[in-house]
């Protein structure tokens, strides 16, 4: 089976310091889409990114950065300046059929 | 954006009852829904694909007399847990392309939590 492959269990770090949320794909597809969710203690996910593969340029939407590297099929998530509220659980995906990895604990402490 | 609804959001039930949940796609027509189930603190892991029209697709390991998949129209589709016991307690997620076919941009029902007592 082709497995994302999410090596952190669980990340603990304090208010305003800044995370990187580790995921790394396999894959035999050339066309696939990566993406990352939030799991709040609600259940609901949160979609935050949907990145395709041929389009390695890095993103960043406010605190939240995306590094997509083909070379060594990761798609790392940085959240700069963490707050309280983006304590949850982290999941990163691909297609073609959506599968997902096996999620990141955030906390952050205030 | 797209919704996805999903009803109910949770539900106990007695060992042996059946249970039903319903995913509905709100603002577009979803001809393939997908059922994902979730243990606590562990990952989705997609059970089977709905398809309108046709019967279900299941993944490997996934009881097709067990968790019976009807894809009623092209916004509904319903998951039946019939004679539940409390392994089959666990989050469940339906997920709807707004493309038939295309799974790059799914949409999500907020999640039905099962409780088998």
């Known amino acids: 089976a082709q497995k994302v492959t999410q090596a952190q269990t669980e990340i603990s770090v304090v208010e305003k310091e800044d995370v990187t949320l580790d995921c790394v794909y396999e894959t035999r597809d050339t066309t696939y889409y990566l993406f990352w969710y939030k799991q709040p203690p609600s259940g609901e996910l949160v979609f935050l990114i949907r990145r395709n593969s041929f389009d390695e340029q890095n993103e960043i939407s406010g605190r939240y950065s995306w590094n997509f590297q083909k070379s060594t099929s990761s798609f790392n998530f940085t959240i700069t300046a963490s707050q309280v509220v983006d304590s949850a659980v982290y999941f990163c995906?691909?297609?073609?059929?959506?599968?997902f990895g096996s999620g990141t604990q955030l906390t952050v402490l205030p | 954006g797209a919704v996805v609804s999903q009803h109910p959001s949770r539900v106990i039930c007695k060992s042996g009852t059946s249970v039903k949940i319903e995913c509905r796609s709100l603002?577009?027509?979803?001809?393939?829904m997908f059922w994902y189930r979730q243990f606590p603190k562990q990952s989705l892991m997609l059970m089977a694909t709905s398809n309108e029209g046709s019967k279900a697709t299941y993944e490997q390991g996934v009881e097709k007399d067990k968790f019976l998949i009807n894809h009623a129209s092209l916004t509904l589709s319903t998951l039946t847990v019939t004679s539940a016991h409390p392994e089959d307690s666990s989050f469940y997620i339906c997920s709807a392309p707004r493309l038939a076919g295309v799974s790059n941009e799914q949409f999500f029902g907020p999640g039905t939590r099962l409780t088998v007592l």
């Open positions: 603002d577009f027509q979803a001809t393939t």
């Open positions: 995906a691909r297609t073609r059929q959506l599968t």
